[in-house]
């Protein structure tokens, strides 16, 4: 998946950021476990008989890309977080958005998209620790999960991401895993 290329600008920013290098093997190992672990019906993100998985919690996912799902629609998590993949991935290879050439300026919106990104992504985070938490504790990747939920946070509070309001359903997890 080109997905990747966001985590590669994470785990650069954050380096930068924290000066403490975060592995991208360790990233890529803890996302690549967080969304298909068990590759089967261990599985945290699955997908079975054409149908996604429902999360029998009490959630709703609802998707729109103002493309070409104008009006919201419910989803399933994994189908959230498959759309959610491809958005950023569209808006990464969008150069209008995130120019690749010396000296290109960035659009006036460029704050906007970016914070849209980050709170798309938290919810993915917010997902994972609230229905899935002990299935990663089950792999022992708990550790890892917090430490890069910990630099993404950092990193959004550092540029002002994520509005208050939109972290408040992880807010004392933050707080314990922040200070």
Same mark, same amino acid.
């Given at each position: 998946? !080109?997905?990747?290329?966001? $985590?590669v600008m994470f785990v650069e920013a954050t380096t930068q950021l924290s000066g403490v290098p975060l592995s991208m093997a360790t $990233?890529?190992?803890?996302?690549?476990?967080?969304?298909?672990?068990g590759n089967g019906k261990d599985a945290i993100l699955k997908a079975g008989n054409g149908k996604d998985? &429902?999360?029998?919690? !009490?959630?709703?996912?609802r998707w729109a890309d103002g493309v070409q799902i104008k009006k919201p629609i419910e989803v399933s998590a994994p189908k959230y977080v498959e759309y959610l993949m491809e958005w950023i991935e569209v808006q990464l290879d969008d150069e209008s958005i995130f120019p690749q050439k010396l000296g290109t300026p960035f659009p006036a919106n460029f704050k906007d998209v970016v914070k849209t990104i980050f709170k798309r992504l938290f919810r993915v985070?917010?997902?994972?620790?609230?229905s899935h938490f002990q299935k990663i504790v089950s792999l022992k990747e708990e550790a890892h999960l917090n430490t890069c939920f910990k630099h993404f946070i950092l990193f959004t509070y550092e540029f002002g991401l994520i509005d208050k309001k939109e972290i408040a359903p992880l807010q004392e997890l933050i707080e314990? &895993? $922040?200070l």
């Open positions: 998946m !080109r997905w990747k290329k966001l $985590v $990233v890529h190992d803890l996302l690549y476990a967080i969304l298909k672990a998985s &429902i999360c029998t919690c !009490r959630y709703e996912y985070y917010a997902h994972i620790y609230h314990s &895993i $922040v």
